[in-house]
């Protein structure tokens, strides 16, 4: 069988830190769940290179009609991966699925399989090619806006594969009638999420395929959260309703309200507080 995995280099990924040459790795690879190639970026720390040791990994997610370099080319402070790369000792996998997917398998499209993606084909190509502390323990999963509802949803279905999860400015409830944006987007996701899911319920008790109708899960299992949200965001009113659901079901969570809108601003501060987070959480292990 041919090896259909390769790695491609992309220019605007080599950054100057601390006048070192860092390298982040873009690979493309094969998925069987959705039977075509895929690619994501792989940041190392220094230490990589030259240590025989196994690292933690952080999957970081984008948010819709994004790809898997936002990450690096969208953040307001250059080279901020590397930068949490090497202050943590973590490799940070940015993948790529779909324009306004959710990270979702649809009932309806088997081209849409990304959830299986991430849980099945992207970890084991990750534990596979790289020295990575394949377990739970070694592992955590955040996001952006639509990236965050990922997160949250895939730690709550796949609490065998993450110990700890997060989400920044997350979709916690893809209901679009509590968001804040004009009448003709709220109709737009409504029709997409129709195309992705078919008809489902809004309401109390939710739909599995949001955020906030996972919250049972979350409930038995002992996935570590930490859930933040600008106060000037469109997806405040939801990121408030998952905080009091999760309350309201005793599940241990950090929520963090901030200053800041729906912007790589906001994200480019908020993240250094989810690895902080991680490592705390992942410490307790190794």
Known sequence: MLNLRRVLYYGFFVFFINNTMAQVDTVSHYSQSLKKEMRYAITFPESYKESEKNYPVVYLLHGAGGNFSNWHTSVKKPGLLPDLANQYEMLIVTPEVGPFSYYYDS???????????????????????????????????????????????????????????????????????????????KMLGKRQQKDLLGEIYYDAPFSPYTAVGLIGKMKQNDVRMIIDCGTKDFL???????????????????????????????????????????????????
Do not use: C
């Open 107 to 185: 009932p309806l499209m088997d081209t849409v399989r990304y959830s299986s993606y991430i849980a099945i084909d992207l970890i084991k190509e990750i534990d596979e090619n790289y020295r990575t502390i394949a377990s739970r323990e070694g592992r955590a999963i955040t996001g952006l806006s639509m990236g965050g509802h990922g997160a949250i949803m895939l730690s709550a279905e796949n609490p065998d594969l993450f110990y700890a999860a997060g989400s920044m400015s997350g979709v916690m409830n893809i209901d679009t009638s509590i968001w804040d944006i004009a009448e003709e987007r």
């Open 236 to 286: 405040l009113k939801t990121n408030r309703q998952m905080h009091q659901l999760l309350l309201a079901a005793g599940v241990p969570h950090d929520y963090i309200e901030r200053p800041g809108a729906h912007n790589w601003e906001y994200w480019t501060e908020a993240i250094p507080y989810h690895f902080l987070f991680f490592k705390q959480q992942l410490k307790k292990h190794h």
